[in-house]
C-alpha cells in the first residue's frame, strides 16, 4: 500500500497534464462516498456536499473538461474529480487549505468557468463562494503541506489514485511552531490557528470533527517527542495494520520533532528499497528543510510536480508556519 504515497509525478503542458491517462486511474476502486475514515461523522456534510452538485452541472463540467482534455479517460476524470470534493471538505475543516495539485486545480478552474452554478453550489454548501486558491508547490508552503496531508490521512480512506493526484504524501516535516502549538495543547489557540471556526460554527459535524482531530493531533506529538525510536510509539504494532496511511503521518510527525534535518533520509530508510511497499528514490535530499523527495509511481524520481522540488544536495525552506497567512482560499 505504502508504494503509493510517496513520489513525484511528472509536470506536462497544460493540456496535456490532465489527459496523461495511466492504469492506476480506476474509477472502480474508488471508496464509497468520500471514503471516510470510521469515527469521523461527516456523513451529512458529504451529502450536502453531493446536493449541493447538481447531476447536470457535474455533466456539463465532465463534457467542458473532456473537450478541453480529449485524452482523459473516463476513470481518469472521476478519481480526480473526487479529490477535488474531498479538498472542497478539508476547506470546511481546515482554516487555509491551499491546493497543492496542478491537476486537480485545472479541473477545479474549468469548474469555475460555471459562474453562476459554482456560486449556487458554494452558497448551498459552504454559506458562501468557495475562493480559488491558486496552485502552490509544496516547497513552498512546506509545513502547509505537511499538516494537509495529516489532516487529509485522519479523515479519509486511502484510495490508489489519491498519490498520483495529489503528488505523493509525507515528502515535508511540521513545521517547529506548529509542533509547539500542538505540545502546548491550548485548544483555542489551535482551534483559531488552524481550523475553520466560522464553518465548525455553522456544522455541528465540522466543530466535532475538529475537536477529534485537535485530541489526536496533541496525543501525537506528544507520543513522538518523548519517544527514542519510531517503533517506541506503538503506532506500527496499533496502526499500521488498519490504516497505513495513519500511521505514515505519525511516523511524520515523530520524525519532524526528532530530527527535522534528516527527515527524508530517516522517512527513506523506514520505508527501503526492498519492502514490500515499493522501491524509494535515496538519491534525492534537502540539505536543511527536510522536504522528502520520493520516487514516482513508475520508479523514476525528479523535481516536477512533486512535493519538494529540490535536487540532490540543494536546500528548501521549512519555515512556513501552519498558522501562517499564506496561501488561504
Not at 520520493?294 to 528548501?316: A, E, K, L, V
Amino acid at each position: 500500500m505504502f508504494r503509493f504515497l510517496f513520489g513525484k509525478s511528472p509536470k506536462l503542458p497544460k493540456r496535456s497534464r490532465l489527459g496523461k491517462s495511466k492504469p492506476f486511474y480506476r474509477a472502480s476502486e474508488l471508496p464509497e462516498g468520500l471514503g471516510l475514515l470510521e469515527g469521523i461523522r461527516l456523513e451529512r456534510i458529504v451529502a450536502k456536499l453531493e446536493s449541493s452538485l447538481p447531476a447536470d452541472y457535474v455533466e456539463r463540467l465532465h463534457y467542458r473538461v473532456k473537450v478541453e482534455y480529449p485524452s482523459m479517460t473516463d476513470d481518469e476524470f472521476a478519481c480526480k474529480w473526487f479529490e477535488l470534493k474531498r479538498y472542497f471538505l478539508m476547506n470546511l475543516i481546515l482554516k487555509r487549505s491551499p491546493m497543492f495539485s496542478s491537476e486537480i486545480d485545472d479541473i477545479w478552474h474549468e469548474m469555475l468557468m460555471f459562474t453562476r452554478e459554482y456560486q449556487r453550489f458554494g452558497e448551498q454548501f459552504a454559506g458562501g463562494v468557495i475562493h480559488h486558491a491558486p496552485e502552490r508547490e509544496p516547497k513552498q508552503l512546506p509545513g502547509e503541506r505537511a499538516w494537509f496531508d495529516w489532516v487529509y490521512a485522519h479523515l479519509f480512506e486511502f484510495a490508489p489514485s489519491s498519490k498520483r493526484c495529489w503528488n505523493g504524501f509525507f515528502r515535508n516535516p511540521l513545521d517547529s511552531e506548529c509542533i509547539e502549538m500542538l505540545r502546548e495543547g491550548k485548544v483555542d489557540a489551535i482551534s483559531a490557528s488552524l481550523f475553520n471556526m466560522e464553518q465548525a460554527r455553522r456544522y455541528p459535524e465540522v466543530a466535532e470533527t475538529i475537536r477529534l482531530l485537535i485530541e489526536q493531533a496533541v496525543r501525537d506529538v506528544r507520543k513522538a517527542a518523548k519517544s527514542r525510536r519510531l517503533k517506541d510509539t506503538e503506532w506500527d504494532a496499533s496502526i499500521a495494520n488498519s490504516n497505513s496511511m495513519v500511521y505514515l503521518a505519525g511516523a511524520m510527525m515523530f520524525f519532524s520533532i526528532q530530527n527535522p534535518q534528516s527527515y527524508s533520509s530517516d522517512m527513506n530508510a523506514n520505508f527501503p528499497e526492498n519492502s514490500p511497499e515499493g522501491p524509494r528514490d535515496k538519491h534525492s535530499s534537502c540539505s536543511s528543510s527536510g522536504c522528502g523527495s520520493f520516487g514516482g509511481s513508475d520508479g523514476s524520481s525528479g523535481d516536477q510536480g512533486g512535493g519538494s522540488s529540490c535536487s540532490s544536495g540543494s536546500s528548501c525552506s521549512s519555515s512556513s508556519s501552519c498558522g501562517s497567512s499564506c496561501g488561504s482560499s
